[in-house]
């Protein structure tokens, strides 16, 4: 059972957390959505709203769900996580299901958005500004 805390509270180094733990980053439905690896990003304040930035190349499968959907969640998960994470970041969508291949546990949040189980962490975020 995941607890809902606020951004403030996340007491990780968050430079470790993303450039070297690494994330999932997940966007779309339990109908339709992809997930894939990723190590570029920060998490920062812009507008005075606190924020997240990631860098999604537009030939990777997940770009279509990130620019097709409001919303989408990082997943971040312990060290013993890291093979799926290395599959979910050499492995397209576009072939096979990354979760079911990695038995991953695919949830959903009240809002409809994907995360998996197994992570310790996830940030359910909403697109506030995208460029490119
Ligand atoms: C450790 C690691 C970090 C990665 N970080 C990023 C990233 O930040 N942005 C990006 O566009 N691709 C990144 N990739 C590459 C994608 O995860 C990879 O191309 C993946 O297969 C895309 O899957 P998809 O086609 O299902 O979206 C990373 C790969 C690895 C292994």
Same mark, same amino acid.
């Given at each position: 059972?995941?607890?809902?805390?606020?951004?403030?509270?996340?007491?990780?180094?968050?430079? !470790?957390?993303?450039?070297?733990?690494? $994330?999932?980053?997940? %966007? =779309? @439905?339990?109908? %339709?959505? @992809?997930? $894939?690896?990723?190590?570029? =990003?920060?998490?920062?304040?812009?507008? @005075?709203?606190?924020?997240?930035?990631?860098?999604?190349?537009?030939?990777?499968?997940?770009?279509?769900?990130?620019? @097709? &959907? /409001? !919303?989408? *969640?990082?997943?971040?998960?312990?060290?013993?996580?890291? &093979?799926?994470?290395?599959?979910?970041? *050499?492995?397209?969508?576009?072939?096979? /299901?990354?979760?079911?291949? $990695?038995?991953?546990?695919?949830?959903?949040?009240? %809002?409809?958005?994907?995360?998996?189980?197994?992570?310790?962490?996830?940030?359910?975020? &909403?697109?506030?500004?995208?460029? =490119?």
């Amino acid at each position: 059972m995941f607890k809902e805390i606020s951004v403030y509270r996340i007491e990780e180094n968050v430079v !470790d957390l993303i450039g070297k733990q690494w $994330m999932l980053i997940t %966007a =779309g @439905n339990k109908d %339709a959505y @992809n997930t $894939m690896t990723a190590a570029w =990003g920060g998490f920062g304040f812009l507008w @005075n709203v606190p924020v997240t930035y990631i860098f999604i190349r537009p030939q990777r499968f997940t770009f279509e769900f990130t620019e @097709n &959907n /409001d !919303d989408f *969640t990082l997943s971040f998960f312990e060290k013993k996580y890291k &093979n799926i994470l290395s599959y979910c970041g *050499t492995h397209s969508g576009r072939d096979i /299901d990354k979760a079911k291949e $990695m038995g991953l546990i695919v949830k959903e949040t009240e %809002a409809g958005n994907i995360y998996f189980e197994q992570a310790k962490l996830v940030v359910e975020c &909403n697109k506030l500004y995208c460029d =490119g």
